[in-house]
């Protein structure tokens, strides 16, 4: 049976906590973690992982806990202090921020380093995956968003031949970046920044320009997006959560400033981070005030509050998992964690014969087929199967991937295309709204 949970963490070291979103029973307790902002995710919702920072001294580590478990049951420790992490839906990969404005690729099945690639001036705050899975975006301290392309990032050729990496670097914001969020439409979606600057800023992926900027009464440091797209929610530091509007014919000019249709003010302290949960309706926040509220964003109205044990909070999950299941039965992902994550690898080496294969996704609830699928991966499998002998069921199993390796090609061209005008209608708008806006 599935639950959907709320899941809370501190900066300091006070632990991860657990509710039940809907009848608001607190689930285990989890210990040892100190993460930053963006620097707790759920792994596929198979396991709990999340980067500590707990010094300025620190090097820091990634952390991982099953579901079962109090206690941290694996330790890595990357080449350098980690800040924002990030997992793509599936759980295969995990993406890792720097200090060093470095961002790192593992897979987590291995913990073999895939990529790594200098992506900032600065540190990276924040790193999210486009809703295809195909894209990387991340935001940092110098104060510029950047989007990246797997598919770019794991060929060499490409990599070669371009100027840079990046497909977009937008350097509008003036501060540091403390958030980004993006919509549906993979290469063609909207993306949406905060930064310390006070403003938030809309961007079309598939134009690579701004399409708003919206200028806040406070710093901004969590956005939420609405699953519809037509508002999105911005926390601020001064414990106010604005709700800004999208919808290009919406000019009007509130109390709190244009474009900001109206606000949500309960908490005391600074708001640090916000997420919705799986109906769309449900907003969940945390704040420097220790407390984590679920608004019903159609009424407004604070339907539950959950308080962390100590110490402020930092990161906001809401997630779908077998908990209930898996703590009962204390058999499935609770003792059959990944290895730890590489530090270093030959990989790195861009003389190396590594690759990956980046498949966006058809839908974002379907299982199926990884969206990942690793060349090193299915090659060590092959000369497993040579090693064994030339059985005819082994020979057919590598027939078989052979054939997946040439059909996740073949899906890739069909995805790349079917996603060109997927969402042009809603960039489109807000464009035409924004210039009839300026014409008058």
Same mark, same amino acid.
């Not at 501190?10 to 307790?29: F, V, Y």
């Not at 134009?207 to 406070?218: C, D, E, K």
């Not at 974002?364 to 497993?384: H, R």
């Given at each position: ?17 657990? #509710? ?62 980690i800040n924002p992490i990030v997992a793509n839906s599936d759980g295969t990969y995990i993406a890792g921020g720097g ?11 291995? &913990?073999?380093?895939?990529?790594? #690639? ?6 990276? +705050? ?21 989007? #990246? ?33 993006? /919509? ?51 926390? &601020? ?49 945390? %704040? ?9 964003? +159609? ?11 100590? /110490?402020?909070? $930092? ?18 992902? &609770? ?41 090193? +991966? ?11 002998? $030339? %059985? &005819? ?21 069909? #995805? ?25």
């Amino acid at each position: 049976m599935e639950d959907e949970v709320v899941i809370a963490s501190s900066p300091t070291d006070a632990g991860i906590s657990c #509710w039940d979103l809907h009848s608001g029973a607190e689930h285990l307790r989890y210990r040892s973690c100190a993460s930053p902002p963006h620097g707790l995710v759920s792994v596929g919702g198979r396991f709990l992982a999340s980067s500590q920072l707990r010094d300025s001294s620190s090097s820091g580590s990634i952390l991982y806990w099953s579901w079962n478990k109090p206690q941290v049951e694996v330790k890595s420790f990357p080449a350098e202090p980690i800040n924002p992490i990030v997992a793509n839906s599936d759980g295969t990969y995990i993406a890792g921020g720097g200090v060093s404005g470095d961002i790192y690729l593992w897979e987590v099945a291995t &913990g073999q380093l895939l990529r790594k #690639w200098h992506a900032h001036y600065r540190a990276v +705050t924040c790193l999210v995956y486009s809703d295809d899975q195909s894209l990387l975006i991340s935001g940092a301290e110098d104060g510029s968003v950047r989007v #990246w392309s797997l598919l770019m990032i794991f060929d060499d050729i490409r990599r070669e031949e371009a100027r840079h990496l990046y497909e977009y670097s937008f350097s509008e914001h003036t501060l540091r970046v403390t958030d980004v969020v993006t /919509g549906f439409g993979g290469c063609n979606a909207i993306i949406v920044s905060a930064s310390e600057d006070r403003t938030c800023k809309v961007w079309s992926l598939s134009r690579g320009r701004l399409l708003r900027n919206i200028v806040f009464p406070s710093v901004i440091d969590a956005i939420a997006l609405d699953p519809a797209e037509h508002v999105f929610y911005a926390g &601020g530091r001064d414990g106010k959560i604005y709700i800004a509007a999208l919808n290009a014919q919406d000019t009007s000019n509130s109390n709190y400033g244009l474009h900001i249709i109206g606000a949500l003010s309960e908490h005391s302290k600074s708001i640090t981070c916000l997420a919705f949960a799986v109906d769309g309706f449900q907003l969940v926040s945390g %704040s420097v005030d220790g407390m984590v509220r679920v608004w019903d964003t +159609t009424t407004r109205n604070i339907i539950r509050i959950f308080r962390h044990a100590k /110490g402020p909070v $930092s990161n906001i999950l809401v997630t779908r998992t077998l908990m209930t299941s898996q703590a009962a039965s204390g058999r499935r992902h &609770g003792s059959l964690l990944p290895p730890p994550l590489e530090k270093y690898t030959a990989s790195m080496d861009e003389s190396s014969d590594l690759k990956a294969f980046i498949l966006p996704r058809d839908h974002p609830d379907d299982t199926s087929d990884a969206s990942y699928v690793s060349f090193c +991966t299915m090659n060590n499998q092959i000369n497993e199967l040579q090693q064994k002998g $030339s %059985s &005819g069921a082994d020979e057919m199993e590598m027939e078989r991937l052979k054939f997946d390796c040439k059909r996740s090609m073949q899906l890739v061209q069909q #995805w790349k295309k079917m996603y060109e005008n997927l969402n042009q209608f809603c960039v489109n708008e807000l464009l035409d709204g924004d210039q009839a806006k300026d014409s008058n």
